[in-house]
Each structure stands twice: as structure tokens, then as C-alpha cells.
């Protein structure tokens, strides 16, 4: 007998027959003899629908409200979980974040749990209840405040008590067969992959990869928690997610280990690109104006700097930052106009980002010839490039981006023979 954490994502409960599939899934484990902890999210695209609500109520709503909002989306679907879970004739029992000991930081809307204290699970689990937990949500002991765990936070509840249970696997379900080399959605000749180190998911999911939340990913290797990514719609071996010193489970014994070249494609629409035109090429301006944007509370990602022009002494400098920072970056850079002395600055929100990730990449060359090469080949103009020890990222016009996905993953030989499934969802 073992204790299995289970993570559904929105797209297993979107509505009420998801969430009796969902349930019948639970129940099986639970009759295989197993105990069953499960993290919930909120119903489908409910997250997005209350966020544009609050959009139509206040601009900018206060984010201690914002966090109460977002946290009555995985209310609903836990205890709807745990009702259908009654009818199949078994004891569950629903739990808030608070009700469940996830103890995080003040931070709302992007809060990281600090502690996990699971009294009422244990207690649960003790009287032979099935126990599911709201994913995404925490308190606040100083504040007393309910908080969020930024989008896509279930998979860090999932993991987080899995770790506090000492579980022996933290199973994350969505529409999806597993991790794949690509996004389905994107890339249909994407395969799924068997293992995956969690270095390489780390970096896929940093860079567009929603498939398992990069703080989960992250505290899961950290705590030597086994991710394994599973669909909620069909029985299949997923995909372990295995960290340095893991053991991996038994049905992966004796498989290769090996690190790829290249594990995997991610693509990214989600940033923008602002460029400060005409910069002074002197000392302690790129200092001044990533400065002013740190404090605007934007967070940079890449950047490039031309070379300045010889009759001008001027240059330009350019950096990428999720869309949803660059309002504030540009309100900041615009009032200190006049102080640094750039000439303008110029908002592209029309951009992708593709990136190549592979723990190979460290020990083999040619990697970033052969994307190069695809993409000029396919007459796909890059914008910025830029890359780490195990990725290669370049930005792209936005349109580009899908195809540009395409023919990368055929330059690395990762296409499969049949195309990827997705079984649900909307992708938002
Ligand atoms: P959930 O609602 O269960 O949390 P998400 O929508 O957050 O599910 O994540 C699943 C989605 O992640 C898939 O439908 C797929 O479009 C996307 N995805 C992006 N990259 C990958 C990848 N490399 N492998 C699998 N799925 C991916
Ligand atoms: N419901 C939250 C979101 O949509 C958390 C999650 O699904 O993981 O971001
Ligand atoms: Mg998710």
C-alpha cells in the first residue's frame, strides 16, 4: 500500500462529467489499496473567466481581493470532487488551503508556501477518507489572508504535499498523454517522453512549457519528490520527471538514461519586447535604465545592445519581459525620459519565443547550427537570441512562432511517427 498524491488540472474537471471521471479515477486507486491525497484546480478556464471579471469591476482590483476571488474557483471544484466521490459509495473529505496547513508568504497572487502542516489530512487519511485539497491557494499566518500561488500553482500544492506527507509519487493529470517533446497543440509530430530530467523540464517550463508549473517543478527537485505526468483521459505510462539521485520507479529500470542533444522545443507568446532608442553609448546607462525598470517591478529576460553608431555616439538596447510587466516598464522608462536622455521607446507585444533545451547541449557542438540553419531555411527572420548552458532561445515575430516550432523539432529529429493527442482543454 502506498500513499499517492493526485493532481487534476482544470481541464479534467471542466464540468460535472469531468469531475465523475475524475472521481472514478480516484476510486480505482483508492481500490488498488492505495491512500489518495488529491489537489484540485478550479473548473476549466474559471481562473480566467474571474480574472476578466474583476477586469470589468476595477483596472487594477486590490490584490488581497483578487487572491479571495481566484481562491473560490478550487472551492467549488473540491468539494463537487468530493461529492462525486460519495456517490461512488466512499468517505472523501474537501479542504481548503487554510483547512489544510498550506502556510505561504504574504506575496498575493504569486505567494510561495513556506510550510505545509497537514493535521486534518493526516487525520483524514487515519479514519480511511479519500482527502482532496483546493490546489493554488495558501494563508498567510502574519496577515491572516487567503493567497494564490501564481497561474498553473495546483502543481506546487500537488508536490508540496507530497513532500509533507512523504508520499511515494505525485501523480499530475491534465489533457495530455505526458511531457512531450514539443506542445502537442503547436507541434502535432510531438512525442511524449518516457523520463525527463528535471533540469530540462525546469527550463521548458521557464520558458512556455504549461504542462507542469515551474515551482513545482522546482520544489519537487529540491524535496527529491518523483513527478510522474499522466492524462486524466487515457491509461498510459506518462512521464517521470526525475531529479539528480531520484531512483527511478521500476518501469524504468533498465531503460537508457542517456542526456538527448535536445529534449524538447518550447515556445512562448507570452512576452513582449521594448526597445530604448537612442541611448547616450557612455558608462552607467544600461545601469540606469534596467534600474528603473527592476523597480517597476518588471522581470527581464533577455537583452540586446547594438553597437552604437559612429556619427551619433548613440545606441539602441532592447529586452524582453512577460506582456502583462511591459505597461509598467514603459510608464517608468517614459517619466525618466528627460534623466537617462534616450531618444524613444518602441512596444512590440507581436513576439515569440522559441527555445531548444538539452543537458546534452554541454558537451555537444553544432546544436545552435542546426536551428540556425532550420530557420533560415524556412526564411524565418530572428530578432534576439540568447542561451544557458542547456538552451538556445531566439525571439521571433509572433506569427512565426508555430512554424518556426515545426521545423526545429523535424531539424532535431524529434518528430514522432503518429500525431500527439490532446484530449481536452482550450489551451488557455
Ligand atoms: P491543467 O489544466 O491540467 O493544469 P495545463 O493546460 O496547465 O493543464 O497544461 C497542459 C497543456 O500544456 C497541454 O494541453 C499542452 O497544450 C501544454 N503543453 C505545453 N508544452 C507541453 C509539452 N512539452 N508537453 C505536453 N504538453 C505541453
Ligand atoms: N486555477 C489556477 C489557474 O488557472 C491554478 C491551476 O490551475 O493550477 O492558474
Ligand atoms: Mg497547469
Redesign the pocket.
Known amino acids: 500500500m502506498a500513499l499517492i498524491v493526485q493532481?487534476?488540472?482544470?481541464?479534467?474537471v471542466a464540468d460535472a462529467d469531468g469531475i465523475k471521471r475524475v472521481a472514478k479515477r480516484i476510486v480505482e486507486t483508492r481500490r488498488a489499496g492505495h491512500d489518495v491525497v488529491v489537489a484540485v484546480?478550479a473548473m476549466g478556464d474559471t481562473t480566467d473567466e474571474l480574472l476578466d471579471l474583476a477586469a470589468q469591476i476595477a483596472p487594477i482590483p486590490a490584490p488581497r481581493e483578487l487572491d479571495i476571488l481566484l481562491s473560490a474557483g478550487e472551492r467549488i471544484s473540491m468539494a463537487l470532487l468530493a461529492m462525486a466521490i460519495h456517490s461512488m459509495g466512499y468517505e472523501a473529505r474537501s479542504y481548503t488551503g487554510i483547512q489544510a496547513g498550506m502556510v505561504t508568504d504574504s506575496r498575493h497572487g504569486s505567494a510561495r508556501i513556506v510550510d505545509v502542516t497537514p493535521t486534518r489530512v493526516h487525520q483524514a487519511l487515519d479514519e480511511g477518507a479519500i482527502v482532496i485539497v483546493a490546489g493554488f491557494q495558501g494563508f498567510n499566518p502574519d496577515t491572516q489572508d487567503v493567497t494564490t500561488l501564481g497561474r498553473?500553482g495546483?502543481?506546487t500544492t500537488a508536490v508540496a504535499l507530497a513532500k509533507a506527507l512523504d508520499a511515494d509519487v505525485c501523480e499530475?493529470?491534465?489533457?495530455?498523454d505526458?511531457?512531450?517533446?514539443?506542445?502537442?497543440?503547436?507541434v502535432p509530430k510531438?512525442r511524449?517522453l518516457d523520463v525527463i530530467g528535471a533540469e530540462e523540464m525546469l527550463e521548458?517550463a521557464a520558458n512556455?512549457?504549461?504542462?507542469?508549473?515551474i515551482r513545482a517543478v522546482e520544489f519537487a527537485r529540491r524535496h527529491g519528490v518523483i513527478i510522474h505526468?499522466r492524462s486524466?483521459f487515457a491509461a498510459g505510462p506518462g512521464t517521470y520527471v526525475l531529479g539528480p539521485g531520484m531512483t527511478p520507479p521500476p518501469e524504468l529500470e533498465g531503460a537508457a538514461m542517456e542526456e538527448p542533444i535536445v529534449a524538447?522545443?518550447?515556445?512562448d507568446l507570452g512576452q513582449a519586447k521594448i526597445t530604448v532608442i537612442g541611448v547616450p553609448d557612455v558608462p552607467g546607462k544600461a545601469a540606469e535604465i534596467f534600474k528603473i525598470v527592476a523597480k517597476s517591478g518588471a522581470n527581464v529576460d533577455m537583452i540586446v545592445q547594438n553597437v552604437s553608431a559612429a556619427a551619433t555616439g548613440r545606441t539602441d538596447i532592447s529586452f524582453t519581459l512577460p506582456k502583462s510587466d511591459a505597461t509598467a516598464a514603459l510608464r517608468a522608462l517614459d517619466a525618466e525620459h528627460a534623466d537617462v536622455g534616450f531618444e524613444s521607446l518602441v512596444h512590440d507585444d507581436q513576439i515569440g519565443k522559441l527555445s531548444v533545451v538539452g543537458a546534452g547541449m554541454r558537451t555537444h557542438s553544432g546544436v545552435s547550427a542546426t536551428l540556425f540553419e532550420a530557420l533560415s531555411t524556412a526564411g524565418i527572420n530572428i530578432e534576439m537570441i540568447s542561451t544557458s548552458e542547456i538552451r538556445i532561445s531566439v525571439v521571433l515575430h509572433g506569427d512565426d512562432l508555430a512554424g518556426a516550432a515545426r521545423v526545429v523539432h523535424s531539424a532535431y529529429g524529434l518528430d514522432g511517427d503518429i500525431e500527439a493527442v490532446?484530449h481536452a482543454?482550450t489551451?488557455?
Not at 7 to 12: C, D, E, P, Q
Not at 264 to 267: D, I, N, Q, R, S
Open positions: 493532481k487534476y488540472g482544470g481541464s479534467s484546480s498553473g495546483s502543481d499530475i493529470y491534465s489533457d495530455v505526458g511531457v512531450f517533446t514539443a506542445d502537442p497543440r503547436v510531438a511524449k521548458l512556455g512549457a504549461k504542462v507542469l508549473y505526468a486524466t524538447g522545443v518550447a515556445t490532446v482543454g489551451g488557455r
